[in-house]
């Protein structure tokens, strides 16, 4: 099937605000006889389900945290993007879109990525109002920092937390409207179902973490604000309970599943140091502000870093991407972090790092200016790592970060099943093959702030939506369903904690899934995850019980979902024969190393339609079209 | 580098009505640069493997933002080093040998859940009866329409930055929340965003707090010490004159 992503036609500045206009509205007083449930409460959700709570419509929130405060956008620590142009440097609408556009190696929609860059700027007014925090420079007015793939300054910031007063922007905004009753909230609460009658959702089944009781909640659309899937790689820079559950649930029950290998692997993360550990942990990627990245000119150097002159430096990005520098876009960071370490010219215990070195920075500008603006991160490094940054370079290593694949959107934020939107992280749409750095930010707040308050009412206003209660068959048939799941696991009673699964499984997917990627490796790790998913059913342990807190039993049934989908994100890989931005395939890059597209034969959106466990997934295709940008090969020298 | 073996003595309590107790644990091959959340880990793989229902702790991002964990270590929110989260406190801390307890906040508005897994919905409460500035999507002026300055600024961020994991709360012998309400009182009424609801926030929060069962203050600086974002309890000066002055303007 051709898919239409539903772009309006006409001139890309208007797009938007035409769009608005002829969409149909839901008036005021017959907002509150529309339900709408959004599963989620990062920056996505509780910025939808604050807005159109405002807006007067009942939402229902869901939360699998025990607060909605928590949710992993809180982490997001370097900033968020703005075309505001307040350093008259030259920033604009269309050059946020142009970088975006180009950052995500010419893999996502124009119209999206316009429509993100002109919306920005109102996210950026929304948070002041809120009360968020930002830097400000001495005159009282707000400040900005740069990050990677741009050579403006328009990164906003909150020290290094920026998504935490974002999040915390975000969650006071939906507290208001759960104290004013137009949200309720849910929280200790996993979806694992949607529910889907007469092809539109219609509700979800949740499990209650706490009693374990399976719940069904009923509604007139389902938003979908539930992150990435980086997990499926079991170490990653993601929260513990970031999973690709609820997603996965929408594609079996027919969502289509967009770009699922775009992974980003971000360059800049503390590196690994045992098979016990649980996560990594990311070092902000405007410490390549003033860090700068080296590695030794000759392989096997053993000595520490002071003791390494200049000369015998490599600064290896600096001397391949002179204009762009150590800012470069962060595939192409990571890509040349694993190339030098290949070469042998890894430092630190393992070989499997580099040096982000502030030394000269430090000298330049003095270590207070140095605390002020990474502070908290240096902090982190040093409590994590027990060596202190300022005295001596971080060794930094690529770790899987963030998604840009999701369930497939059109223009509206619907899945290609009416009524299910995907919001934020969850879904495809702006980001193509590499989002830059403080875009997920803006994009998780653009489209729960001021792009679903307008789709979603065109949708209710354009549709028929009868009468449905959870007693509905759909209802009865998506809970026993759940439930028995969750008897299976119980039942396979084998002798291997999922975890210890879950490990091999992000294994083979690190080495054969992740930063290069070629054909026989993606066959042989298509082979593995088949049988590794064969060995959970036969033998993985689920102890303790079903009605109460068991928190083996969620992350069993995570785990079990990372199988199934771990297959579908491969094979997406393997089909786009072509590189592009985060997705290397060793088969196609240019002389130089970089990734090389195949624009006559890849210039589209993979939308995959699932068909079965273990069944060939069914291929659609949306075909991308660039009438604003010329596709050119990316260059950051 | 050199492993150890801890002993540990953990609180299992299997619902919010059951009684609990404290049962001990050997765990071994523990690394130095493990997190005290990666022993409990490796600990609930063997428990696991034996069967055993693993012990419930709460954890997310486990590089101290979040605020999902919080176990009392030796008696102490968070454990031994300053300014950390559970997730955070490295085991490079501890030596071979080491005893260690380990149990939930204890707090009235705090139930246990399970183990060490408690019930913090009270703060979300205290939220919800007034901390934020009622400002709908659409509708804010130019983001430097209003001026800041950078102390002031930085002033509401120190604030800002509770990451509302209720330490202070167990830490406190009265169970007393106000580090954690005075820190959004004064991120707040810092800014000039907030001060249009300056009082009737304090007041509607503060009244919250009473209501959820947490108790008054007495100046003990516990909430302070543990505090893994170094919140200082001059914010709970700034909430009682915040409250007083709200109380006496409505007269």
């Known amino acids: ?386 060596e202190n940054p300022y005295r001596q370079p971080m060794r930094i290593y690529p770790a899987v970060h963030y998604v840009m694949g999701g369930l497939w959107v059109d223009y509206n934020l619907m899945t290609n099943i009416p009524g299910l939107f995907a919001l934020g992280e969850a879904n495809f749409s702006d980001h193509g093959a590499n989002r830059l750095g403080a875009s997920a930010l803006m994009q998780g707040l653009a489209d729960g702030y001021f792009v679903i308050p307008y789709t979603l009412a065109n949708y209710i206003a354009s549709s028929k939506l009868e009468s449905v209660t959870t007693d509905h068959d759909g209802f009865k048939e998506a809970a026993s369903s759940v439930q028995e799941r969750i008897d299976r696991l119980f039942a396979v009673n084998g002798s291997k904690p999922a975890t210890v699964l879950h490990r091999r499984l992000g294994k083979v997917m690190w080495d054969k899934v992740g930063m290069a990627r070629r054909e026989a490796g993606l066959k042989e790790a298509l082979q593995e995850v088949r049988t590794l998913r064969e060995e959970f059913w036969a033998d993985v342990k689920v102890p303790g019980e079903k009605n109460n807190l068991n928190k083996e039993l969620e992350l069993s049934l995570r785990i079990a979902d990372y199988m199934e989908f771990a297959e579908l994100l491969t094979l997406d890989a393997l089909h786009r024969s072509e590189s592009c931005g985060c997705h290397f395939r060793e088969e196609s890059q240019t002389e130089e190393g970089e990734a090389k597209r195949d624009d006559a034969n890849f210039a589209y959106a993979a939308a995959w339609e699932f068909k079965g466990v273990g069944k060939e997934p069914e291929l659609h295709k949306e075909p991308l079209k660039f009438e604003n940008v010329e596709l050119t090969q990316r260059s950051y020298k | 580098m050199e492993q150890m073996t801890l002993k540990l003595s953990v609180w299992r309590q299997p619902h919010r009505n059951a009684p609990g107790k404290m049962v001990d644990y050997t765990v071994k091959n523990v690394s130095p640069d493990m997190s005290f959340l990666e022993v409990l880990d490796i600990l609930n793989e063997d428990l696991v493997r034996q069967g055993e229902d693993p012990i419930a702790f709460d954890y997310d991002c486990r590089e101290g933002i979040c605020g999902s964990c919080g176990v009392v270590v030796n008696g102490v929110a968070h454990g031994p080093q300053p300014a950390t989260t559970a997730c955070t406190l490295f085991m490079r801390h501890f030596k071979d040998g080491d005893a260690l307890t380990v149990e939930p906040w204890r707090a009235r508005a705090f139930p246990v859940i399970k183990d060490l897994v408690v019930d913090r919905s009270a703060f979300d409460r205290i939220v919800a009866a007034g901390g934020y500035i009622s400002v709908n999507t659409g509708s804010a002026p130019e983001a430097n329409e209003i001026p800041v300055p950078k102390d002031v600024a930085d002033d509401a961020m120190d604030a800002a930055t509770c990451i509302g994991c209720g330490a202070c709360v167990a830490a406190c012998k009265n169970a007393s929340a106000m580090l954690f309400v005075g820190a959004k009182v004064a991120h707040l009424t810092l800014l000039p965003q907030g001060q249009v609801e300056r009082e009737r926030r304090v007041i509607a929060m503060v009244e919250q707090m009473e209501k959820e069962g947490f108790g008054a203050c007495s100046n003990e600086g516990e909430c302070q010490a543990v505090c893994p974002k170094e919140i200082s309890v001059a914010r709970i000066s700034r909430l009682n004159w915040e409250y007083t002055r709200a109380l006496l303007k409505r007269l």
């Open chain 1, 1 to 386: 099937m051709i898919l239409d992503g539903k772009v309006p036609s006409g001139p890309l500045e208007s797009k938007w605000d035409r769009h608005k206009f002829t969409m149909k509205l839901v008036n005021p007083a017959n907002r509150r006889k529309h339900t709408v449930i959004v599963v989620g409460t990062g920056l996505a959700g509780a910025s939808a389900a604050a807005s159109l709570g405002e807006l007067g419509y009942n939402v229902l929130s869901f939360t699998i945290l025990d607060s909605p405060r928590r949710s992993h956008s809180i982490a997001a620590q370097g900033g968020i993007n703005a075309a505001k142009n307040y350093k008259n440097d030259g920033d604009s609408t269309f050059r946020l879109f142009y970088d975006t556009i180009k950052g995500g190696d010419f893999r996502s929609r124009e119209g999206n990525v316009y429509r993100l860059a002109q919306v920005s700027v109102n996210i950026i007014d929304q948070c002041v109002a809120q009360g968020v925090p930002f830097a400000r420079e001495y005159g009282g007015l707000l400040d900005n920092r740069s990050f990677g793939g741009a050579q403006v300054s328009r990164t906003f910031y909150a020290r290094g937390q920026t998504g935490q007063q974002l999040l915390l922007g975000a969650y006071s905004a939906l507290m208001r409207q759960v104290n004013g009753g137009q949200v309720k909230l849910f929280a200790r609460r996993e979806m694992l179902d949607v529910v889907v009658i007469n092809g539109q959702a219609r509700g979800i089944v949740t499990r209650n973490l706490v009693t374990g009781e399976i719940e069904r909640y009923a509604a007139d659309a389902v938003l979908l604000c539930t992150g990435g899937y980086g997990n499926v790689y079991f170490l990653s820079t993601n929260a513990g309970n970031c999973n690709v559950t609820a997603a996965w649930r929408c594609a079996k029950r027919g969502a289509f599943f967009g770009n699922p290998s775009y992974v980003q692997i971000h360059p800049t993360c503390i590196p690994v140091t045992g098979d016990y550990q649980a996560k990594l942990t990311l070092m902000s990627e405007s410490l390549r502000n003033d860090g700068r990245v080296w590695v030794p000119k000759k392989a096997g150097d053993k000595r520490p870093p002071d003791q390494i002159p200049p000369d015998e430096r490599d600064y290896f990005l600096e001397r391949k991407y002179p204009s762009f520098g150590n800012l470069v876009p962060r595939d192409v960071a990571s890509r040349n972090a694993k190339v030098v370490c290949d070469e042998g010219r890894g430092v630190g215990a393992t070989g499997l790092a580099v040096y982000l070195d502030f030394a000269e920075a430090i000298e330049r500008l003095g270590e207070n200016v140095i605390r002020e603006r990474y502070g908290n991160l240096f902090d982190m490094y040093d409590k994590i790592t027990g």
